[in-house]
């Protein structure tokens, strides 16, 4: 059973928390399958694994400009132990992968992978969240993206809350919605309201009859994850995983063959610095042994409600919070150390 520990910073009512709670059971499943379509890739006959992991975006960055200051991190943290591996996970919106236009971050998660103890820890940061941008001053932390794409968005992230995060994964969810004809659509609920909404966008032939349980094909899956006038920005991201995680379960029960002929559709929408063949054997255990990490996610956002308020300034909103706060929890959750 996953285990949650769930603050809501920004989303107060009811309906938004049930909200938020699904979303983070989709944010693992996300990052399950991802991988158990990579292990697939690494698995296969050594003639092919070159070629397919070639359509991945392999984009470094600068390690010794990423706002790391060794100094600040705990003496008995986790922080050199090969058990853990850490990186974070950027969802973009920017139907751009090759970051010509960088949009700005939508989803921004770091993920902390015990790989003894087969479990996940999962660190999502309000997208809203009010802090310093290195050369751009304080704003919301998703501008990072937009500004300095994966380099200064790793930099902002370090230089404020104190870690060492070097590695990251892109993922342009909106290029990834093509591939939904090729599998034959996705089913999906959708309200009436929801509905309406895609209709007035498309075409007489990609109209929907009606609500409930819906086979959407790419079309109208691009117009749903575009919906920003039913809900709000978190409503929006929701729908999004929503589709992706509704793609990639249809995927990964298809056979290993059928999963390489997609992977070239799919694999062309991530961006990583991460060194595929250095992690191949963790990918193939993780693809192996997917349901043993599914039941051991554990999710926390920081920084809190707890600690955590509402910020208005020249009529845009922030979320402000206690820095001194949310690096403890930092220290708690990313370098896994011991509280006393």
């Given at each position: 059973?996953?285990?949650?520990?769930v603050?809501?910073?920004?989303?107060?009512?009811?309906?938004?928390?049930?909200?938020?709670?699904?979303?983070?059971?989709?944010?693992?499943?996300?990052?399950?399958?991802?991988?158990v379509?990579?292990?697939?890739?690494?698995?296969a006959?050594n003639?092919?694994?070159?070629?397919?992991?070639?359509?991945i975006?392999?984009?470094?960055?600068?390690v010794?400009?990423?706002?790391?200051d060794?100094?600040?991190i705990?003496?008995?943290?986790?922080?050199?132990s090969?058990?853990y591996?850490r990186?974070?996970?950027?969802?973009?919106?920017?139907?751009?992968?090759?970051?010509?236009?960088?949009?700005?971050?939508?989803?921004?998660?770091?993920?902390?992978?015990n790989?003894i103890?087969?479990?996940?820890?999962i660190?999502?940061?309000p997208?809203?969240?009010?802090?310093?941008?290195?050369?751009y001053g304080?704003?919301?932390?998703?501008?990072?993206?937009?500004?300095?794409?994966?380099?200064?968005?790793?930099?902002?992230?370090n230089?404020?809350f104190?870690?060492?995060?070097t590695q990251?994964?892109t993922?342009?969810?909106?290029?990834?919605?093509?591939?939904?004809?090729?599998?034959?659509?996705?089913?999906?609920?959708l309200t009436?309201?929801e509905?309406?909404?895609?209709?007035?966008g498309?075409?007489?032939n990609?109209?929907?009859?009606?609500?409930?349980?819906v086979?959407?094909?790419?079309?109208?899956?691009?117009?749903?994850?575009?919906?920003?006038?039913?809900?709000?920005?978190?409503?929006r991201?929701?729908?999004?995983?929503?589709?992706?995680?509704?793609?990639?379960?249809?995927?990964?029960?298809?056979?290993?063959?059928?999963?390489?002929?997609?992977?070239?559709?799919?694999?062309?929408?991530?961006?990583?610095?991460?060194?595929i063949?250095?992690?191949?054997?963790?990918?193939?255990?993780?693809?192996?042994?997917r349901?043993?990490?599914?039941?051991?996610?554990?999710s926390?956002?920081?920084?809190?409600?707890?600690?955590g308020y509402?910020y208005?300034?020249?009529?845009?909103y922030?979320?402000?919070?206690?820095?001194?706060?949310?690096?403890?929890?930092?220290?708690?959750?990313?370098y896994?150390t011991?509280?006393?």
């Amino acid at each position: 059973m996953l285990n949650y520990y769930v603050n809501c910073a920004i989303i107060p009512t009811l309906g938004e928390v049930k909200i938020l709670k699904k979303a983070l059971k989709i944010i693992s499943k996300i990052l399950i399958l991802i991988i158990v379509i990579v292990g697939v890739i690494v698995g296969a006959k050594n003639l092919f694994i070159k070629s397919k992991l070639d359509k991945i975006n392999y984009k470094e960055v600068d390690v010794e400009d990423l706002g790391i200051d060794e100094e600040n991190i705990p003496e008995n943290s986790t922080k050199v132990s090969e058990e853990y591996t850490r990186f974070v996970i950027f969802g973009s919106d920017s139907r751009d992968i090759s970051n010509e236009y960088s949009g700005r971050s939508d989803t921004i998660m770091i993920v902390v992978l015990n790989n003894i103890d087969k479990d996940l820890n999962i660190i999502s940061i309000p997208r809203d969240t009010y802090v310093n941008v290195p050369g751009y001053g304080y704003t919301k932390i998703n501008h990072a993206y937009a500004y300095g794409q994966e380099q200064l968005s790793l930099k902002t992230i370090n230089s404020n809350f104190g870690l060492n995060l070097t590695q990251y994964i892109t993922i342009d969810f909106s290029g990834l919605i093509e591939s939904i004809d090729k599998v034959g659509g996705i089913e999906v609920n959708l309200t009436q309201e929801e509905v309406d909404f895609i209709n007035r966008g498309v075409d007489a032939n990609n109209k929907i009859a009606g609500p409930g349980l819906v086979n959407l094909n790419g079309t109208q899956a691009l117009r749903h994850s575009r919906n920003r006038t039913i809900g709000n920005d978190f409503t929006r991201a929701y729908r999004q995983r929503t589709i992706l995680v509704s793609l990639l379960n249809k995927i990964v029960n298809k056979s290993p063959d059928e999963i390489l002929s997609l992977s070239d559709s799919l694999l062309v929408n991530l961006t990583t610095n991460m060194d595929i063949e250095k992690y191949k054997k963790l990918f193939l255990e993780i693809k192996n042994e997917r349901q043993k990490y599914l039941a051991n996610v554990s999710s926390v956002q920081i920084p809190s409600e707890e600690y955590g308020y509402d910020y208005m300034l020249d009529g845009v909103y922030y979320f402000n919070f206690d820095m001194s706060r949310a690096k403890a929890d930092f220290i708690k959750y990313y370098y896994l150390t011991p509280q006393e």
